[in-house]
């Protein structure tokens, strides 16, 4: 499958017309990169764009104690990256592939004349970072002010509503994740993550399999209420 329909998948690239993806595939080289591959860490941060065709990363960062906290999962055509001009929050986070990835990197020059001749894809540019505000904002609200069941619901409805398969009531989250996993994105130990899955299970809210959560994300959104 070539480069242009990748291109054409993403988001924030959908409306561009068929000479600008040809312009941005010439401008931007793909890499093809296994699950586990550390593509930056606070000191080797570089200037640029980068979309994500296909795959997933995990954004995180590590305490003074070296515990990981995620910050965020990010899956096919998702954008991150900073630069003079804007940010997407990614400066100071390490960030790895939890999936063979496929990714496009624009260099900063590149991408900025880009957007001067294309004054619409700014307006979408700005889209994609107040939706990416939006989406921390809460987290970091439910972070402050929830219990952990409620702080772990959060989540997987979050998860189930980017990366949600249907079947039937509930929505397979499409990525493996562990109990510790889950831990280092709300703040919390693997042990009281597992004693909070449990009550969710038991109240039907979700189901669990081998590394695989199923959440009703109706149930879920209820409890959230109230």
């Known amino acids: 499958m070539d480069k242009l ?9 959908d409306a561009l017309p068929m000479e600008d993806l040809m312009e941005i595939e010439r401008m931007a080289p793909m890499n093809q990169l296994k699950k586990g591959n550390l ?4 000191e080797t941060f570089r200037e640029g ?6 795959g ?10 070296g515990k990981q906290f995620i910050v965020s999962i990010l899956g096919a055509g998702n954008v991150f990256g900073e ?11 390490y960030i790895e592939t939890i999936e063979d990835t496929i990714l496009c990197s624009l ?3 590149s991408f900025e004349q880009f957007l001067i001749d294309r004054p619409y894809l700014a307006v979408k540019m700005m889209k994609e970072l107040s939706a990416l505000l939006k989406e921390r904002d809460a987290q970091l609200e439910q972070m402050a002010l929830g219990d952990v ?3 772990a619901l959060h989540l997987l409805v979050k998860l189930g509503q980017k990366f ?11 990525m493996s994740l562990t109990h510790q996993e889950i831990g280092n994105m709300i703040g919390s130990t693997r042990e009281t993550v597992t004693v909070a899955l449990h009550e969710l299970v038991n109240q039907e809210v979700i189901k669990t399999g081998r590394m695989t959560i199923y959440i009703d994300l109706n149930k879920a959104n209820e409890l959230l209420e109230l």
């Not at 764009?49 to 296909?54: H, P, S």
Request: no cysteine; hydrophobic share 30%; charged share 30%.
């Open 49 to 54: 764009l980068y979309f994500l065709k296909e």
């Open 56 to 65: 997933k990363l995990k954004l995180y960062k590590i305490n003074s104690d």
């Open 39 to 42: 593509i930056q860490t606070p």
């Open 5 to 13: 329909w990748y291109l054409s998948q993403i988001s924030m690239l």
């Open 149 to 151: 069941r409620k702080k």
């Open 107 to 109: 260099g900063k020059e």
């Open 164 to 174: 949600g398969v249907p079947e039937g009531h509930y929505h397979k989250i499409d």
């Open 83 to 93: 630069m003079d001009s804007f940010s997407l929050g990614t400066r100071d986070t």
